[in-house]
């Protein structure tokens, strides 16, 4: 099925460093999502986008609606231990009822 | 806590059985969402329903179903089971409007 273009597929970082991830789509999206998934439990939303353009902060994470609407980031700030996880891109189109999710960023943290 | 309830939690069975994974929605949530999730895998659309009745279909394989049914609660049936089958399901649920899908803890299905 449709996916989206995630990167990077994998960071690894020292706590305190900040992190930036971003998704591409071939389509218009006119909703953006960031979520992040744990092991042995379902994706947490983080932030919801709903208008191209839209800068919207949640604590440390911050994510932006690219003006073209086919593409967005999430940027972390001053990482910590708990932000291990994987974080997952998912956008919907006009009229489209189904969420299309990314391939995923798997962050891990080096002591 | 979503409010996004899947049970079981784990599911073993062999090659060729049956199986039902249930969900209950957020309250308040009309639409329910089921998706796939194979070892180090995105999640993949299976189906969605709204109020009982079924909205958009993604690669959802023939063996498998689903149906919404008068309270919202959701069941995903898996029927002749192959290995290939086993990963984790997910239900999911979404209010009106522009509103995110909230995800339960899933279901970890292992074929043997």
């Known amino acids: 099925g449709q996916q989206l273009n995630q990167s990077p597929q994998s960071m690894f970082i020292q706590e305190g460093e900040d992190v930036s991830m971003n998704c591409t789509s071939s389509?218009?999206?006119?909703?953006w999502l960031w979520y992040k998934q744990e092991p042995g439990e379902g994706p947490v939303l983080l932030i919801a986008?709903?208008?191209?353009?839209e800068l919207t902060s949640n604590g440390r994470l911050t994510a932006q609606f690219g003006i073209t609407r086919k593409d967005s980031f999430l940027n972390i700030s001053a990482s910590i231990p708990s932000d291990v996880g994987i974080y997952f891109c998912?956008?919907?189109?006009?009229?489209?009822?189904?969420?299309?999710f990314g391939t995923g960023t798997r962050l891990t943290i080096i002591p | 806590d979503s409010g996004v309830t899947q049970t079981p939690k784990h599911l073993i069975t062999a090659t060729g059985q049956r199986v039902t994974l249930r969900c209950s929605p957020r309250?308040?949530?009309?639409?329910v969402y089921w998706y796939q999730q194979s070892l180090d895998q995105g999640l993949q659309f299976l189906i969605q329903?709204?109020?009982?009745?079924?909205?958009a279909k993604g690669n959802i394989l023939e063996r498998f179903s689903a149906q919404q049914f008068p309270d919202l609660h959701s069941e995903l049936n898996l029927s002749s089971l192959e290995l290939g089958d086993s990963a984790l399901y997910f239900c999911?649920?979404?209010?009106?409007?522009?509103?995110?899908?909230?995800f339960g803890n899933g279901t970890r299905l292992t074929v043997t």
């Open positions: 309250s308040g949530d009309l639409s």
């Open positions: 986008l709903y208008k191209a353009g």
């Open positions: 329903y709204y109020n009982g009745e079924e909205r």
């Open positions: 389509s218009i999206f006119n909703t």
């Open positions: 998912a956008g919907r189109g006009f009229g489209n009822e189904k969420l299309t």
């Open positions: 999911a649920s979404r209010g009106q409007g522009p509103s995110p899908l909230h």
